[in-house]
């Protein structure tokens, strides 16, 4: 069974451009999470999605958003992009989330650099 | 609110030694625990989980953890250390009660020496 797949791996963007991330989860699996990883602030939620609606979100301002589509494939989308963005972002899949116990699995990620 | 602390950013062990990574939660009911490995340039990979049932919970590549309700406490160990082991170890926590999201601790990086 093919892991969880994300696309681009890479992305340089300038401030105030947006950006869109991509996420493919595994077969099967409904929920998808996405998390922000830095140095200093290591993983923080950003939100979760399950059978197209938002079930979770974390604490991030507006400019971060996402959506997730009827095959369960994700996007997430940052606007206005800031020097502070720059980070590797996530993206888990589970079953049915981690409110059953479900553990998740992570693809490689999407490594942001804002220049 | 739910909360993680790995009190430990770095543990350093010799090959063959045991090794412990450190972790202790805070939340208001009963909790699912979990592990994660991340490699360099890698995703989180997952290693072991405590659901219910027996408090030592073993996982994948020789790893187990032992949860401890009075500690407040999900501590990973594996009995003989790998140079293959040195990585950065993830403990998370959910709540089982309402809609929480998982939280994780800020990591501990594992560096074991041949």
């Known amino acids: 069974k093919a892991g969880v797949t994300q696309t681009p791996r890479y992305l340089i963007k300038t401030r105030g451009q947006q950006v869109t991330l991509s996420c493919s989860p595994i077969?099967?699996?409904?929920?998808v999470s996405w998390y922000q990883q830095t140095p200093g602030q290591g993983l923080q939620f950003l939100f979760e999605?399950?059978?197209?609606?938002?079930?979770n979100k974390g604490n991030f301002p507006g400019r971060f958003s996402g959506r997730q589509f009827s095959n369960s494939r994700s996007e997430m989308n940052v606007s206005t992009l800031e020097l502070g963005d720059s980070a590797l972002y996530l993206c888990?899949?589970?079953?049915?989330?981690?409110?059953?116990?479900?553990?998740?699995?992570f693809g490689p990620g999407t490594r942001l650099t804002v220049l | 609110a739910q909360s993680v602390a790995q009190p430990e950013d770095q543990v350093n062990v010799a090959e063959g030694n045991p090794l412990t990574v450190k972790c202790t939660y805070s939340v208001s009911g009963n909790p699912y625990l979990f592990w994660y490995v991340q490699y360099p340039n890698r995703g989180l990979q997952f290693l072991l989980k405590?659901?219910?049932?027996?408090?030592l919970v073993k996982g994948s590549y020789g790893f187990e953890a032992e949860f401890n309700k009075s500690q407040t406490s999900f501590h990973l160990k594996k009995p003989s250390a790998l140079v293959s082991d040195s990585a950065l170890y993830f403990c998370?926590?959910?709540?089982?009660?309402?809609?929480?999201?998982?939280?994780f601790g800020k990591g501990t990086r594992l560096s074991v020496i041949a």
């Open positions: 077969s099967g699996h409904r929920s």
């Open positions: 998370a926590v959910r709540d089982r009660r309402g809609n929480t999201p998982l939280v």
């Open positions: 405590y659901i219910t049932g027996d408090n």
């Open positions: 999605y399950f059978s197209e609606t938002q079930r």
């Open positions: 888990a899949s589970s079953f049915e989330g981690t409110g059953a116990g479900n553990e998740q699995f």
